[in-house]
């Protein structure tokens, strides 16, 4: 297992598109880091890079303390597993496991107990006879995971692994994936565009967009500090309230809640954020504001209710509350912000302001 | 609606197989009844000409210079086109679409354009009469016809496959030997399929090129077979079936191959 280390790496394709900024990230040994962000906004492109499939317009890439910015993918060693899996279709799975080590000329016989060894491991002993078109989705994806893991390489890159399995299938691979890089211990680059799935299964997130990383911290820190509005709104499910205030002389001006008492570091707009579940529904009076309900989703433990609040005409306030509160369409309620959960962004910049209290 | 397609099909059909059927039947008629029974129904038949064929003529050398000149054209076309083609398809390179059409350009003139410059070229490389002397001017044809249907198919092959084989430590070559090639069966098959059968059939660069019996191929021979005074149509049409044969053998052998989807399970969708 190795560290894995990108410096000031960038990718303009051919044809103009800049995929990655600049990029410099440290990924220690044993570690899980996952890429996450909206589509297109680079992450599989650092995973291609890192495997070699691309080459950097500028940078460097050091995997293990060697320098191997100029290597091709084959020298490389680190192992990779494609969204689309893209199992050889005419080897069989024995095959497919066996593949890499023959190439890497090793023994026979020592090959053969590897593949035995990572096919149980993964409870696809049964099917190394068979072909990937006579597989089902999830032992393909099996599959795939043993060529990687076969190998024991100096890292796995991992490109949306789960994407293509179905949602049962999905979590109880994802916790099946974290139990292996326990026992593995191996340095992981995971790339998924699934929130949720980065927050359960990284050691540490990178948020990504646009080529940049926006954030890189551990899960819960990008939850409770998110370090801009993007990440903000990114990160977590519903997602977090966002709407614009003012402050001046000191004093926090938002629309639903007139006046907070809170300290702000310097005049001028800035974006509030709380997150759906820090906002409780309360009685009449004791609340920041109050709004009618437009819409009320039940997502088994918690309910979102949509609210459309005084003041802020073109936007809904998303609250979670419990399942069983009862709330019916078009009801007024009322409602307060717990005070130690807000987030202040610079409006102009989106950056994360001094912690608010 | 159906019922007119029907109809229109079965009468491709017979358009094209009343030929076939009229040739094999005229090749095992006797001499003296060709010209003057005009019945579908076969009767009196007789294997003169087919024995008249080999005996008379000497027909299996024409026979076995086909093949070996198609079976080398295609041989080589195949191997050379899918090495070509993959470079093509897949390696970034500066020049790469000229090239391609290049290749194109080359297939695009007349062949009896340019049968004489080929001619004194082939004269100079002391190659007239040859095998060589037909192969290398074949597959000039052949080429730009295997490179194009390979770069097609190798283009529509998951590219995840072989970043994959990479990954996991295959040269180029070996992800083309191991991964590409064992998937392309289906394209490579078809390629060799269109390049023998123009092989087997070409007739102007092999009438050109060669100057004895002893290296004439079969539609040279057959059409040499006439006579100053007479046509022999019955060897004729005998040695245009026995022309036709290894033709229908190789499709109908390879038709399955050409079929069967051997991708299915490789990626998702």
């Known amino acids: 297992m190795a560290t894995i280390g990108l410096h000031e790496v960038s990718k303009v394709f051919p044809n103009g598109h800049i995929a990655v900024r600049q990029l410099t990230l440290d990924v220690e040994n044993g570690e899980l880091l996952v890429l996450v962000g909206p589509s297109g ?25 060697r320098d191997v910015t100029s290597e091709p993918p084959q020298n490389r060693d680190v192992a990779m597993v494609f969204q689309s899996y893209a199992l050889y279709p005419h080897k069989t799975v024995r095959e497919n496991l066996a593949f890499a080590l023959r190439v890497r000329r090793v023994d026979p016989a020592d090959i053969d107990a590897r593949v035995k060894k990572t096919a149980a491991a993964l409870g696809i002993e049964t099917l190394l006879d068979r072909k990937p078109g006579q597989l089902s989705g999830g032992q393909r994806q099996r599959t795939a995971l043993g060529r990687a893991i076969v190998r024991e390489p100096q890292a796995f890159l991992l490109d949306e692994p789960l994407s293509n399995l179905d949602p049962v299938l999905r979590l109880g691979t994802r916790t099946e994936l974290a139990l292996l890089h326990r026992r593995l211990n191996a340095t992981m680059i995971y790339v998924t565009h699934d929130q949720e799935e980065a927050m359960t299964l990284g050691t540490r997130v990178a948020v990504m967009r646009q080529g940049i990383v926006e954030q890189l911290a551990p899960p819960l820190e990008i939850f409770r500090r998110p370090a801009n509005v993007f990440v903000a709104g990114f990160v977590g499910s519903p ?71 005084d003041g802020l005409a073109d936007q809904l306030i998303r609250v979670a509350v419990p399942a069983d509160t009862t709330v019916r369409v078009n009801e007024r309620v009322y409602f307060r912000l717990r005070r130690d959960r807000l987030h202040l962004f610079d409006a102009r910049s989106g950056a994360r302001m001094t912690d608010v209290r | ?64 210079n086909s093949l070996i000149v198609a079976g080398t054209t295609t041989l080589l076309s195949v191997a050379l086109g899918a090495v070509s083609a993959y470079a093509l398809a897949r390696l970034d390179f500066r020049g ?37 002397g037909l192969v ?53 098959a078809t390629t060799a399929i269109l390049t023998f059968l123009y092989s087997w059939n070409e007739f102007l660069f092999a009438l050109s090129f ?20 007479q046509v022999p149509w019955g060897e004729i049409l005998a040695g245009a079936v026995v022309a036709t044969l290894p033709v229908a053998v190789i499709v109908f052998a390879a038709q399955r191959r050409i079929i069967a989807g051997l991708t299915s399970g490789a990626v998702k969708g």
């Not at chain 2, 059409?101 to 410059?117: N, R, T």
Request: proline share 7%; hydrophobic share 50%.
């Open chain 1, 41 to 65: 906004c680079g992450k599989s492109t650092v995973l291609r890079l890192i495997a070699g499939l691309e080459t950097p317009s500028s940078g460097r890439i050091v995997i293990g303390g």
């Open chain 1, 239 to 309: 997602a977090m309230n966002l709407w614009p205030a003012e402050v001046t002389q000191g004093r926090l001006k938002a629309a639903p809640a007139n006046i907070m008492e809170m300290a702000a570091a310097s005049d001028g707009p800035v974006t509030i954020g709380v997150r759906p579940h820090d906002i409780d529904l309360v009685a009449q009076g004791d609340g920041d504001g109050s709004g009618d309900v437009e819409i009320v989703e039940p997502v088994g433990a918690t309910t979102v209710v949509h609210l459309r609040v």
């Open chain 2, 1 to 64: 609606m159906r019922g007119r397609w029907t109809f229109a099909a079965g009468l491709c059909t017979v358009a094209i197989v009343l030929p076939l059927l009229w040739a094999v039947l005229a090749s095992v008629t006797p001499e003296e009844r060709l010209f003057t029974n005009t019945s579908l129904v076969p009767r009196g038949l007789v294997l003169d000409h087919y024995r008249a064929l080999f005996a008379g003529r000497d027909f299996w050398t024409p026979i076995r």
């Open chain 2, 96 to 132: 790469k679409t000229p090239a391609l059409a290049f290749v194109l350009a080359v297939s695009m003139f007349p062949q009896i354009s340019i049968v004489s410059p080929l001619f004194l070229l082939l004269r100079e490389l002391r190659l007239l009469n040859t095998y060589g």
């Open chain 2, 136 to 188: 290398l001017p074949y597959l000039t044809f052949s080429m730009p016809l295997a490179i194009w249907l390979l770069v097609g198919f190798f283009r529509q092959l998951p590219a995840d496959l072989e970043d994959a084989a990479m990954v996991d430590g295959a040269s180029r070559i070996r992800t083309l030997w191991e991964i590409v090639l064992p998937l392309a069966r289906p394209a490579l």
């Open chain 2, 210 to 229: 060669t100057l004895g019996p002893e290296r004439y191929t079969v539609p040279v021979a057959i059409a040499l077979f006439r006579g100053q005074y």
